[in-house]
């Protein structure tokens, strides 16, 4: 959304959300009711936080919004488009989901492929204030490629923190041996496969997760510093005009 707005169901209000970079949720289940429900989504734009660029009228006008060159813009039927004035809606599909009462929200993946591992954060939500035990249990295979029918790694997590109210996080770490690099030449692809299972409730979710094990680090030890290191080597970097990074 952007820049900033504000999510009714039904004449309640449900929250609201400022900037347009990440994604943003509500659960909607207590204020649902059978038949025709509305959603009202109120969008409102501000003025960066360095004033209007080159427009005498607002000349000492400063807004909140974080200001880019990589805005998403907008495009007028008179003046042309326009990348980096701000513009302003709604920029994505609003969707619905049906959910567990205990559900994976998202699923983050950082590669060591020095240590052949991944390390794994488990974003869990639960709606009431009831713990609950729940076990986690992830499988690696191949994504691109084909690894047979067993998963080249996996892991079974129980003895966990129970899951509260709100957000809940879970960190642990998965052993790849042997892995193949994510290179140009080789795009090679991992799918990471979680499963959140909560057997008191005997609900069950699950999110899937696409990664690559590739490495990119700043060389400040050797000579000299300052060298980005691909996948542990020296490569050239190519730098576009809206800070785009890319290795050759």
């Not at 129970?162 to 892995?179: A, C, K």
């Not at 990664?211 to 970097?237: A, C, E, H, Y």
């Amino acid at each position: 959304m952007d820049y900033r707005a504000h999510v009714f169901i039904n004449n309640s209000y449900l929250g609201s959300h400022e900037g347009f970079f990440a994604p943003f949720e509500f659960d909607i289940t207590t204020r649902l009711h059978p038949g025709k429900n509305v959603l009202i989504v109120v969008v409102e734009n501000d003025f960066p936080t360095f004033g209007r660029v080159n427009d005498p009228r607002y000349p000492d006008l400063i807004g909140d919004k974080l200001y880019a060159a990589t805005g998403p813009g907008y495009n007028d039927p008179i003046a042309g488009w326009h990348h980096c004035p701000p513009g302003m809606g709604i920029l994505q599909p609003v969707t619905l989901e049906v959910r567990p009462a205990i559900h994976i929200t998202d699923v983050f993946v950082r590669p060591i492929p020095e240590e052949s591992k991944i390390a794994v954060l488990v974003e869990a939500r639960a709606r009431d204030t009831t713990p609950h035990q729940v076990e986690i249990q992830a499988t690696v295979h191949g994504y691109n490629f084909d690894t047979g029918s067993a998963p080249v790694a996996q892991l079974t997590l129980t003895n966990l923190d129970p899951v509260g109210h709100s957000l809940n996080f879970y960190r642990f770490e998965i052993t790849i041996p042997s892995f193949r690099w994510w290179t140009l030449d080789e795009p090679w692809l991992y799918s990471l496969q979680v499963q959140l299972k909560c057997p008191e409730l005997k609900t069950s979710d699950a999110q899937e997760k696409i990664f690559g094990m590739r490495s990119f680090k700043l060389d400040t030890s050797g000579s000299p510093k300052g060298r980005f290191l691909f996948n542990w080597q020296r490569n050239q970097i190519a730098r576009s005009k809206y800070h785009g990074i890319r290795t050759t």
